[in-house]
C-alpha cells in the first residue's frame, strides 16, 4: 500500500514565489497549502497537520524563524525548511541564527528544491539533509 502524499505549508510573501512553488510541488505530487504572510501560516499551523513546511525567512508581519518555533511546538513531526534570499539578517551569517531548521535558497533549482523537500521528507529526524544558505 502506498503512503498518501505530503502535506506541505508553503508560507512566502512574494506571490511569484508562492505561486512557482506550489505548482512544482503540487506537479510532483504533494498536498500544497499556501499562506502569504504569518498570520495566515499560523492559522493553517493550528487548524491542519502538515509534514513539511517551507517558510520564508523575511515576512512583513512576523519573523519566518518565530512561525518556525512555534510549529516546531505545535507540530513536532513536521520538517521545517526556512528559505531566504539572502545570506545575511542585519550582517549576521544566517546559519548562525537559524538554529537546527534546515535552510533553502530562493533561487534554488526547481531539482534542488525538490531534492531538498525530498531529504527532508525522509525519516531522518534532525538531520541537515537539505544545506546550507551560504551556497
Do not use: W
Amino acid at each position: 500500500m502506498m503512503d498518501p502524499p505530503a502535506r506541505i505549508l508553503v508560507v512566502d510573501d512574494e506571490a511569484a514565489v508562492l505561486f512557482t512553488l506550489d505548482q512544482l510541488l503540487q506537479r510532483s505530487g504533494y498536498i500544497v497549502t499556501t499562506a502569504a504572510n504569518g498570520s495566515d501560516a499560523l492559522a493553517h499551523i493550528l487548524a491542519e497537520h502538515f509534514d513539511l513546511l517551507l517558510i520564508d525567512l523575511k515576512l512583513p508581519d512576523m519573523s519566518g524563524l518565530g512561525i518556525a518555533r512555534h510549529a516546531r511546538s505545535s507540530q513536532p513531526d513536521a520538517a521545517i525548511i526556512l528559505l531566504t534570499g539572502s545570506t545575511t539578517i542585519e550582517g549576521v551569517p544566517i546559519e548562525g541564527q537559524i538554529g537546527r531548521f534546515d535552510c533553502m535558497r530562493k533561487t534554488a533549482s526547481p531539482q534542488d528544491v525538490l531534492a531538498g523537500v525530498a531529504a527532508a521528507l525522509q525519516p531522518h529526524p534532525g538531520s541537515r539533509a537539505v544545506g546550507s544558505c551560504t551556497t
